[in-house]
Each structure stands twice: as structure tokens, then as C-alpha cells.
């Protein structure tokens, strides 16, 4: 069974910074693609940060240069650095990551950190 847990949301004034934390659990568990989506009041969830196995990432534009998404593979764990924070920044925050097995690529999600930036 694949546990996703996230740490490090928050409420914090514009221009500040948050870093948010994800470690993935389970037996003999293969990561793939790991990363975060966020969902504001209203909104669809959208893509923030996703990197590769490989290393590979890619940011939505908004939050380009502000956000670094790093990964630990030998640790399955998946954080990201979010500076210059701005009030529409304001969402839930979900870890993401695929779960990969000799049958099919699975997706696991956690429960999701509040990110909240105020004026």
C-alpha cells in the first residue's frame, strides 16, 4: 500500500517563501514522474511542478523562476521551494507521483497542504 505524506504549508505574507515536502511509503515501490498540482477556491487542479525519474522538470509559467522542485529517488520523497510567494499562489497543494510496476503505472496522491498568502 503507497502512503503519500506532505509537509510545510502555511499562511505567510507576499514576497516570502514555503517549502513543502512529500515523502512517498510502501513496499518495493518504483517512483516515476513526482510532483505538485495545487487546486484554488473555484478553480480546476492544475500543474505547479513535475520532475522525471530522470531529473527532468518542468514548471507552469506563473510560477517559473519563483518555484525549484527537487527530488530524492533513493528516498521517494519530492520537495519544492516556493519563493517570492504572491497572493495567487493561494490553493491546496498536492503531492503527486506515479507508482510504476511490471503491470502498469499507477497515481497516488496525498491529502493536500494549504498554501496561503496574504497582501
Known amino acids: 500500500q503507497v502512503q503519500v505524506m506532505e509537509s510545510g504549508g502555511g499562511t505567510v505574507e507576499a514576497g516570502s517563501s514555503l517549502r513543502l515536502s512529500c515523502v512517498v511509503s510502501?513496499?518495493?515501490?518504483?517512483?516515476?514522474?513526482m510532483g505538485w498540482y495545487r487546486q484554488a477556491p473555484g478553480k480546476q487542479r492544475e500543474l505547479v511542478a513535475l520532475v522525471s525519474r530522470s531529473g527532468i522538470a518542468r514548471y507552469e509559467n506563473s510560477v517559473k523562476g519563483r518555484f525549484t522542485i527537487s527530488r530524492s529517488t533513493a528516498q521517494n520523497s519530492v520537495s519544492l521551494q516556493m519563493d517570492r510567494l504572491e497572493p495567487e499562489d493561494t490553493a491546496v497543494y498536492f503531492c503527486y507521483t506515479e507508482q510504476i510496476t511490471t503491470i502498469a503505472t499507477y497515481e497516488h496522491w496525498g491529502q493536500g497542504t494549504q498554501v496561503t498568502v496574504s497582501s
Open positions: 510502501g513496499t518495493s515501490f518504483t517512483g516515476g514522474a
